[in-house]
Each structure stands twice: as C-alpha cells, then as structure tokens.
C-alpha cells in the first residue's frame, strides 16, 4: 500500500521557519517526482513546490519563491519543504505528492496524496 505521511506542520509566528517531511512507503519514490500543495480555509488547493527524481530541476509558486526550498533524499525516500519567512497567508494544510513525472503534478493531477500536516502562521 502506497503511503505519503506528512510531518513538521504546527504552529509559527509570521517571520518564523518550519520544515516539512514528507515519508513514502509502499513504492520506491526514489524515481518519482514529488510535490507540495496546500489548501486554505475557504480556498482552493495550489501548487506550492515540485520536484523532479534527481533533485536536479525544482520549480515553486510565485508566492513562495525565495521563501520555501523543496528538496529530497532518495536514500530515505522523503521530500522536504522548508519554509522561512512565514506569513499568515502561507496559513493552511500542506500535502505531499508523488507521481512518476512531473507533468501530473504540476498540472496538480498527481496520482498520490498525503494527508496533509497543518501549518498556521500568526501575525
């Protein structure tokens, strides 16, 4: 069974960092791209942040370029989202994704999901 279990979300004040882990099991991800979106209240679901199975080409939302780095260790099969100067718009539930290519994830298709980890910013 194909699993992507999501950690690191809590509580930060604006300005603040968290880290993101995103831990696969069940298939080898090594070769897969991964991903992360997120949802706010009342909104609905945005990229964040891909990346493919090299780690070599990474691609982020505007909102969050220059903020949040996407990365990966294949040897752990998990994907990382750091995230620095939060804001209280970068408050919601972040999901992990996986896919074989990048294509499905960056049209926000991807074939597999995490359950997301909340991450709230106060201002």
């Known amino acids: 069974q194909v699993q992507l279990v999501e950690s690191g979300g809590g509580l930060v004040q604006a300005g603040g960092s968290l880290r993101l882990s995103c831990a696969a099991s069940?298939?080898?991800?090594?070769?897969?791209?991964m991903g992360w979106f997120r949802q706010a209240p009342g909104k609905e679901r945005e990229f964040v942040a891909a990346?493919?199975?090299?780690?070599?080409?990474?691609y982020y939302a505007d909102s969050v370029k220059g903020r949040f780095t996407i990365s990966r260790d294949n040897a752990k099969n998990t994907v990382y989202l750091q995230m620095n100067s939060l804001k209280p718009e970068d408050t919601a539930v972040y999901y992990c994704?996986?896919?074989?290519?990048?294509?499905?994830?960056?049209?926000?298709?991807?074939?597999?999901w995490g359950r997301g980890t909340q991450v709230a910013v106060s201002s």
């Open positions: 994704a996986a896919d074989s290519t990048l294509i499905p994830i960056r049209a926000m298709k991807p074939r597999y």
């Open positions: 069940g298939r080898t991800f090594s070769r897969d791209a």
């Open positions: 990346i493919s199975w090299t780690g070599g080409s990474t």
